[in-house]
């Protein structure tokens, strides 16, 4: 999981998004599903936990949330974001091949969502990604993974996401751009430029972050998910040109 592209983009990063995604609301309304099937006094490992949205949702509702991303500059800033909303939330920089070695298998539920599973630098690397997941579980514990639509995007072969909120935050009004480039070839990668556009008291500025995914078709994802040991998949549709699968690792 590459961290130098989030590392620098971690003050930016909640300009992708609306007040409400922030809120964590519309995060567990999603996934209430899968929180509502949580034994008693079960917990919740975040492994994508960003600048720690979901995580800080999470524990505002009451579950036991720890939260790890391999991003030291996201891991950074959630710290910044936790302690701001008063909360006291276990945080490490941890890459998901570091799983096995930072935490016994204890979590009842892992997520890792926000399409961050296309940051494996290949297919072998995913393989390795969701078997570490796996490692971290008790028997029988769940694993949420969010995706974009890759073959969507691949037939549309869209240029332009323009995110539609551009919400106004301290005195700043902000909002960004994804400008794609789909290659032909899934094998290759697939890259956003980012643009970030703020504007205080008139003033406007811009700056621009390269992500690359690794594409792959869904049903690669979930035969990927059967070989880290896991079963009883189920995919759900989360909006926004993004599905979410469900499995449970093997007892």
Known sequence: MP????????????????DEHLSGERFLQLYRPVLDDLPAGGEILDCACGVGTEAIALARAGYKVTASDGSEGMVARARHNVAAAGLD???????????????E??????FCIGNSIAHSPGR?????????????LVQGGRLVVESRDWERMREERQRFEVRENAPVRDGVR?????VWTIPDR???????????VLERDGAVSHHSTELRFMAYPRSELLASLAISGFEAMEVSEAGRGRYFVTARKAR
């Not at 298998?105 to 892992?110: E, I």
């Not at 072998?124 to 971290?136: D, H, P």
């Not at 094998?187 to 980012?194: G, N, S």
């Open 174 to 178: 902000g909002f960004c751009v994804y």
């Open 89 to 103: 939330i276990p945080l490490s920089h941890c890459r998901w091949d570091e799983l096995p070695g930072r935490f």
């Open 3 to 18: 961290t130098s592209p989030y590392d620098a983009f971690a003050e930016d990063y909640n300009w992708l998004f609306s």
């Open 105 to 110: 298998p204890r979590f009842d539920l892992a």
């Open 124 to 136: 072998e690397a995913m393989l390795a990604s969701l078997a570490a997941m796996s490692s971290v």
């Open 186 to 196: 899934w094998e290759e990668d697939h890259v956003a430029d980012v643009l970030v």
